[in-house]
C-alpha cells in the first residue's frame, strides 16, 4: 500500500532523497530549490540518513563536490536552480564526460539577468548539449518518482552518465499537492546498492580519472559518452516498466494525452502539461479533437517515437519556456520539428515561447493555442512560425 | 460539493494568509479531497499586499495556473479593500469574506456592487480574546471553512486538533487558543447582505 500524503514539490524530493539515502549530499542554496538541501540537511541532523552532508560555499563546488564523491566510488546528489546552475556549467560537463552518474534536482527558474526568481526553462536549456540525461515532471508526484528511477537509469553499465529531475520553481516546487509516497523498504530495494566496476578508492585496481585527453582519443571517448546517451533510452523503458510493477504508474519517454484521435496537439513540459491536460479535457466536451503530447525524457530525446506519435495530427504547437533568442524558434521546437523532418513526417508545427520569467500561463492562454490549431489544421497555412504566448503588447 | 472549488486568499505580509492556505490545503486533505495550497510569491515583505490559493476537488487536480475566477474570497485585512480589486472575477454565485469591523453600507460600497454573499467576522476581536495577541488567519481559516462547506464544523475541530498539534509541537501552549479561535469563529460569522 502506498502512503496518501500532501506535500510541495520541493518536499516530495527531499523525501525522495532521503529514502535513496545517497552517500554524499553536496549543495548550496538558492530560490526556489533552497528548501531542498534544507529539509535534507534537518533529514541529516537527526539521523534518518547516513549521508555525508557537504555544505559547500558555491554550486561550482557543489558540483565539484558530487564529482570528487562519485569518482571515489560515492552515490552523490544535489539540487539547484538557475543561477546554481549557471556556476556549476563548467563542472556540469565534466560530471558527464567523467561518466559520473550524479543526479540533481532542478527546480526550473529563470536565468538572470535582470535579476528573476520565477519559473522558466532557461536553465535546463542552457545545459541541454552537455550530456546529461533530463527528465521533466508535471507535479510532486513526477518529480518524486523520476528521482526514485533517475539512479537506476544513470548507473546502468551501459548508461553511466549524470541525470538531472526537473520541476517548474514556485509552481509546483512550493505548491502543496496530493502525493502517493512508496513505502522506505520498497524504494531501498528498487534504488539498490551502487557498486561501481572502477572507482578510486578501491586499492586494488588503481585508476585515473580525468586526465588530459588530446587528439588522439578526444573524439573516441565523446562518441562512447553519446552511445550511452543513446543506450539511455532502452534502460529509461526498462527501469519504468520495473516501476510501474511496484507502483502502478506508468512512465515512457512522454504521456500521450487524448492524443491518439486529436487532429490539434501541443507539445509542452513540466507543469504547462498539467494545465493542457484541463483544457484538453474542456475542448473534448465540446467536441474539438484536441490532444497532448507531454515530454518526460528530453535527453536523451526520443526524435523517432515523436515522429511516430504524431504523424496523424493536422496541426501541432511545440510550447518552449525559455527563448533561444536564435530567430528562429525555441530548443524543443527545433528538436521537434527536425523529427519529424528526419522522419519524413509532414505536419505543420508553430512554436510558441510562453511563460518566461515566471508570467502565469492560464487556461485561455492555451485554449487560445488550440484554438490558432483549429485555424491551421483547416488552411494549413503558417504565416509566423515563432510565435509569443501571454506576451503583453 | 462543486467538482472544483478556487479559494482566493488576499492579505499582507506577515498576517498568515499563506500558513492560512495550507492549513486548509491541509484539513481538506484529511478529509479525503485532493487539494492544491499555494502562495503568489514576490517581493515579500511585512505589509506587503500577497495573495495565495487553494484549490480543492474530490478528483485529481491537473491544473496549474494562478486563480482567475475563484468560488469564493478570503480578506485577511480590510486596508486592502480600497487597494486591491478582491472581487476581480469572484463568481456571482460565490461568496467573499472579510476580516472587517466596518458596518454593512460601508462593505457594500467598497465591494462595488458584488453580487454574491459577502459575510464579515472580526477576526482581531476573536484571534485578542483567543489567543492574547492578533493572528487573523486562525479564525479566517474556520470562516472560510464555514461559508464554503468544504467540511463540517466538527470535522473541522477534530481536524485541526491533530494539525495544531504537529505545527505547533514547540509551543503547546498556543494549541488550545487556537483551537478557542476556531470555534468562536465558527459562532461569529456574520452574513452581510441578504
Not at chain 1, 556549476?88 to 560537463?93: G, L, N, T
Not at chain 1, 585515473?208 to 565523446?222: R, S, T
Request: a negative charge.
Amino acid at each position: 500500500m502506498s502512503i496518501r500524503e500532501r506535500l510541495s514539490g520541493n518536499e516530495a524530493a527531499a523525501i525522495a532523497m532521503k529514502q535513496i539515502n545517497p552517500d554524499v549530499v553536496a549543495a548550496f542554496p538558492i530560490t526556489p530549490s533552497t528548501e531542498i538541501p534544507q529539509y535534507f540537511s534537518t533529514f541529516v541532523s537527526n539521523g534518518d540518513v547516513d549521508t555525508e552532508f557537504v555544505a559547500v560555499e558555491s554550486e561550482h563546488s557543489a558540483m565539484a563536490a558530487t564529482i570528487g564523491a562519485e569518482a571515489a566510488g560515492g552515490r552523490a546528489m544535489t539540487a539547484t536552480s538557475a543561477n546554481g546552475l549557471s556556476l556549476m556549467w563548467e563542472m556540469i560537463y565534466i560530471a558527464s564526460s567523467l561518466r559520473l552518474p550524479i543526479v540533481m534536482s532542478l527546480v526550473n527558474r529563470a536565468v538572470s539577468g535582470p535579476l528573476n526568481i520565477h519559473n522558466d526553462h532557461s536553465d535546463a536549456m542552457g545545459v541541454r548539449d552537455s550530456g546529461w540525461i533530463m527528465l521533466f515532471s508535471e507535479n510532486n508526484q513526477e518529480a518524486y518518482d523520476n528521482l526514485i528511477m533517475a539512479h537506476r537509469i544513470a548507473e546502468n553499465k551501459n548508461v553511466k552518465l549524470p541525470l538531472m529531475v526537473c520541476q517548474d520553481g514556485f509552481i509546483t516546487s512550493h505548491s502543496i499537492e496530493n502525493i502517493e509516497l512508496i513505502e522506505d523498504d520498497k524504494v531501498k530495494k528498487f534504488v539498490g546498492e551502487y557498486k561501481p566496476d572502477e572507482y578510486l578508492l578501491n586499492k586494488d585496481n588503481p585508476i585515473a580519472i580525468g586526465p588530459l585527453d588530446l587528439q588522439a582519443y578526444l573524439f573516441e571517448h565523446k562518441a562512447q559518452q553519446a552511445l550511452g546517451m543513446k543506450n539511455a533510452k532502452k534502460v529509461i523503458l526498462e527501469v519504468a516498466e520495473e516501476f510501474e510493477k511496484m507502483t502502478g504508474r506508468k512512465y515512457s519517454f512522454f504521456e500521450e494525452y487524448k492524443l491518439d484521435d486529436a487532429e490539434i496537439a501541443i507539445v509542452c513540459m513540466n507543469s504547462t502539461a498539467g494545465t493542457t491536460k484541463f483544457v484538453v479535457d474542456s475542448l473534448r466536451e465540446k467536441g474539438i479533437k484536441a490532444g497532448l503530447l507531454k515530454l518526460r525524457v528530453f535527453r536523451p530525446f526520443p526524435a523517432e517515437e515523436i515522429a511516430k506519435a504524431l504523424e496523424h495530427i493536422k496541426a501541432v504547437a511545440v510550447l518552449d519556456k525559455a527563448d533561444s533568442l536564435n530567430a528562429a524558434g525555441g530548443a524543443l521546437f527545433e528538436d521537434v520539428t527536425s523529427a519529424m523532418y528526419v522522419n519524413k513526417k509532414q505536419v505543420p508545427i508553430v512554436n510558441y515561447v510562453y511563460g518566461i520569467g515566471g508570467r502565469d500561463t492560464k487556461a485561455d492562454d492555451i485554449e487560445s493555442v488550440y484554438k490558432d490549431l483549429q485555424e491551421i489544421a483547416k488552411t494549413g497555412r503558417i504565416t509566423e512560425p515563432y510565435r509569443y504566448l501571454g506576451l503583453r503588447r | 460539493m462543486d467538482n472544483l472549488i478556487e479559494i482566493r486568499w488576499h492579505g499582507r505580509g506577515g498576517q498568515g494568509a499563506k500558513t492560512a492556505s495550507l492549513l486548509l490545503a491541509d484539513a481538506a486533505f484529511n478529509t479525503g479531497k485532493y487539494i492544491q495550497g499555494f502562495p503568489e510569491y514576490g517581493p515579500e515583505r511585512m505589509g506587503a499586499p500577497i495573495t495565495a490559493y487553494n484549490r480543492i476537488s474530490d478528483k485529481p487536480i491537473t491544473i496549474h495556473s494562478n486563480i482567475y475566477e475563484p468560488n469564493y474570497v478570503v480578506v485577511v485585512d480590510d486596508t486592502l479593500l480600497k487597494d486591491v480589486d478582491v472581487t476581480a472575477g469572484l463568481k456571482k454565485d460565490g461568496a467573499i469574506v472579510i476580516n472587517t469591523t466596518k458596518n454593512a453600507e460601508e462593505i457594500k460600497r467598497l465591494l462595488k456592487g458584488y453580487e454574491g454573499e459577502i459575510y464579515k467576522i472580526d477576526a482581531r476581536k476573536i484571534s485578542e480574546e483567543a489567543l492574547g495577541r492578533y493572528f487573523p488567519n486562525t479564525p479566517m481559516l474556520a470562516a472560510i471553512v464555514k461559508v464554503s462547506g468544504i467540511m463540517t464544523d466538527e470535522e473541522l475541530l477534530n481536524d485541526m486538533k491533530g494539525s495544531f498539534k504537529h505545527k505547533f509541537a514547540k509551543k503547546p501552549e498556543v494549541i488550545e487558543g487556537n483551537m478557542k479561535a476556531l470555534e468562536l469563529a465558527l459562532k461569529s460569522l456574520e452574513k452581510v447582505n441578504s
